[in-house]
């Protein structure tokens, strides 16, 4: 979509698009993600930069750290004592679940999921999206 979806756009133009430039320039920092919380957030930033710009860079971005997301999750149920599954690791290694501290990000993977899900419902990908979400 173009910059024009964001509200800040029709009152601010000059700002807004600032701030695109800014947000593509801080994108191009984003190196190679291997942990579930920053993959969360590239996510989530390479969504709203591909829906602000339109490039599909951003788009495949997306998905590519949904992988990540996906290979983070426990997706078998444990043979613990209490059977479990659907939550997340730190990073695809599996060698230590996520805990977050106050930090308040621990929607951050489903709602990647679900932003995935939405935005590209025709790809290949959208049901294991889906199904860890669900």
């Not at 756009?9 to 800014?22: C, G």
């Not at 290979?71 to 996520?98: E, H, M």
């Not at 621990?106 to 990908?125: G, K, M, R, Y």
Request: aromatic content about 12%; charged content about 20%; overall charge neutral.
């Amino acid at each position: 979509m173009p910059v024009a979806f964001f509200p800040l756009s029709n009152k601010r133009p000059e700002l807004a698009a600032q701030a695109l430039q800014a947000a593509e320039q801080d994108w191009d920092f984003v190196t190679e993600v291997k942990d579930l919380k920053i993959a969360a957030f590239a996510v989530n930033a390479a969504i709203e930069l591909y829906r602000a710009t339109g490039k599909t860079s951003y788009a495949n971005s997306a998905v590519e750290y949904g992988k990540i997301i996906l290979a983070c999750q426990q997706r078998k149920i444990t043979s613990w004592n209490l059977p479990v599954a659907g939550f997340f690791y730190t990073t695809p290694d599996k060698k230590s679940i996520v805990h977050y501290s106050h930090d308040s990000h621990e929607q951050s993977p489903i709602v990647a999921l679900s932003q995935l899900c939405n935005l590209f419902p025709d790809h290949p990908d959208w049901i294991k999206w889906y199904s860890a979400v669900s």
